[in-house]
C-alpha cells in the first residue's frame, strides 16, 4: 500500500497562488497516478487533476483547467499541484490520491490511496 502524505495547504487571497505537494512512500511503477481531489463543506468530493507516475499523461477537471497544472518533481520524488488566479470558489479540503491504472482516470473509486487532506481557503 503506497502512503501519501500532502503538504502546501493555506490562506490566501483571491487571485493568488498556492502550490501543494504529495509525496508518495513505499515503491510505485510506471503505471501508478498520482490525483488531486477537493471536498467543499456540505459537497461531494470533486476530481481536480491526475498525472500518471512517469509524468507523461495529466488530465483536469474543467473548473482548473488552464489556471491549475500537476506536475512530477523528480528531484524531491512529489507530485505538485500549482494554482494559480485561485477563487473563492476554490476553497476546500485537497486530498492526494494515488493508484495503479493502465489510463488516467477522473473518478475518486479507482484511487486506492488516500492521503490526510489539506485545507485551501480562498478569501474574496
Known amino acids: 500500500q503506497v502512503q501519501l502524505v500532502e503538504s502546501g495547504g493555506g490562506l490566501v487571497q483571491a487571485g493568488g497562488s498556492l502550490t501543494l505537494s504529495c509525496a508518495p512512500s513505499g515503491r510505485t511503477f510506471m503505471n501508478f497516478a498520482l490525483g488531486w481531489f477537493r471536498q467543499a463543506p456540505g459537497e461531494e468530493r470533486e476530481f481536480v487533476a491526475s498525472i500518471m507516475w512517469s509524468g507523461s499523461r495529466t488530465v483536469y477537471s474543467d473548473s482548473t483547467k488552464g489556471r491549475f497544472t500537476i506536475s512530477r518533481d523528480n528531484a524531491k520524488n512529489t507530485v505538485n499541484l500549482q494554482m494559480n488566479s485561485l477563487e473563492p470558489e476554490d476553497t476546500a479540503v485537497y486530498y492526494c490520491?494515488?493508484?495503479?491504472?493502465?489510463?488516467?482516470?477522473?473518478?475518486?473509486?479507482?484511487?486506492?490511496?488516500w492521503g490526510q487532506g489539506t485545507q485551501v481557503t480562498v478569501s474574496s
Open positions: 490520491a494515488g493508484g495503479y491504472m493502465g489510463i488516467l482516470r477522473t473518478n475518486a473509486r479507482d484511487f486506492s490511496s
